[in-house]
């Protein structure tokens, strides 16, 4: 068996130890005779991972009573949808745009009501994040919505915006479970399971219980009423039952790890390792603002688009894969979730140091 590092912005690495406990259980999962993707989800060896994985996550989370999980099929762009047709009983919400991401989820709302894009850092080509502590909130937004971390920028909001009192909404698709969150600062916080979680398929969504109600935008379909999953605990109906299974033993895991405070501890140890290098070196530069830089997805460049893609080559034929820039931005990007070991990123800056000398 020959394991490479995989840099992918997701879907992307998954603990080592999780994917040989779930090929050791694929073919009899806990003396059931069955793999969990054969299994009904409504037999007690499901309601249990279910109800496990929900349990792990509130721990791991610290996600306060008064919030629901829901385990919903459709990854984060439906979620785009979902959330003004839930939300915006105003038709009125702010969006803050740092992506394409945010971007995105801005142009799906206006379909629905009056999305106002608030601050924005394209001028920047999304390189930085803008200062929030005092927008034109506006008076009868329904919320305020972010994407925390921005995959393919590689920049994070290391302070919430000030939103004046409304509702906070937060894409983290790219930074769940990298670090504690106080889930109490959110109306709801979601992302879709494929980076930092799990395999593909799923979003995961935490939303403060007096926000799911009936009242829902007219032409809402049943299956992105929050309220239809919240009552049924995520089986309404059949849902992504193989990536909640995973999702689960990535939880476990985490929890054996010591909890998202060590993993904080590590995944800063891995980026400073990356971040430190990209500053003292001759040849590659980080594009991002240094205070706004991700902890998870490291973008940077040579500034040779020839010289990035002989990089990028190269890395791969030595095991350190899926390096290549975001299509819409070019150069590099090194992304380095949970399970990407420090090792990793230890032979990754060998490489570039490596690559430097030679070029
Ligand atoms: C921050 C962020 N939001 C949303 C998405 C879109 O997710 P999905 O493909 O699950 O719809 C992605 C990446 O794919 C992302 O990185």
Wanted: net charge negative; aromatic share 10%; proline share 4%.
């Amino acid at each position: 068996m020959s394991r490479v590092y995989n840099f992918s912005a997701g879907p992307a690495v998954l603990p080592e130890e999780v994917l040989r406990e779930a090929a050791a259980e694929m073919m009899d999962y806990q003396g059931t005779g069955m793999s969990v993707m054969e299994m009904s989800h409504r037999s007690r060896a499901f309601e249990n991972i279910l109800n496990e994985a929900e349990q792990d996550l509130k721990d791991l989370m610290q996600i306060p009573d008064n919030y629901k999980i829901l385990f919903m099929q459709g990854g984060a762009h439906l979620q785009f949808a979902a959330i003004p047709m839930n939300l915006m009983k105003n038709r009125v919400a702010d969006y803050i745009i740092t992506g394409q991401w945010a971007k995105k989820a801005f142009k799906e709302a206006q379909i629905y009501g009056k999305a106002n894009a608030i601050a924005s850092s394209e001028d920047e080509t999304f390189s930085y994040i803008p200062d929030c502590s005092d927008l034109n909130i506006s008076p009868d937004a329904d919320y305020v919505y972010i994407c925390e971390n921005n995959t393919i920028y590689g920049t994070k909001f290391h302070t919430l915006p000030n939103t004046k009192g409304k509702l906070l909404v937060s894409d983290v698709s790219s930074c769940f479970l990298s670090e504690p969150v106080d889930v109490s600062k959110y109306g709801l916080i979601y992302g879709g399971v494929q980076k930092n979680i799990g395999p593909a398929g799923m979003a995961i969504v935490i939303i403060r219980e007096d926000l799911i109600t009936e009242d829902t935008l007219p032409y809402t379909p049943t299956y992105m009423k929050y309220k239809i999953h919240a009552d049924a605990n995520s089986l309404y109906n059949t849902p992504n039952c193989y990536c909640i299974y995973m999702c689960g033993k990535v939880f476990k895991w985490l929890k054996k790890q010591g909890g998202l405070e060590v993993m904080k501890a590590r995944n800063e140890e891995k980026a400073a390792v990356l971040y430190d290098f990209l500053d003292s070196s001759r040849l590659f530069k980080g594009t991002v603002r240094k205070e706004d830089r991700s902890m998870m997805n490291v973008p940077f460049v040579t500034g040779d688009k020839e010289l990035d893609a002989k990089f990028v080559k190269e890395a791969e034929e030595a095991g350190l894969v899926n390096l290549k820039g975001h299509r819409s931005v070019g150069g590099m990007r090194a992304s380095i979730y949970n399970a990407m070991p420090l090792e990793g990123v230890k032979a990754l800056v060998e490489f570039m140091k490596k690559f430097e000398e030679e070029n």
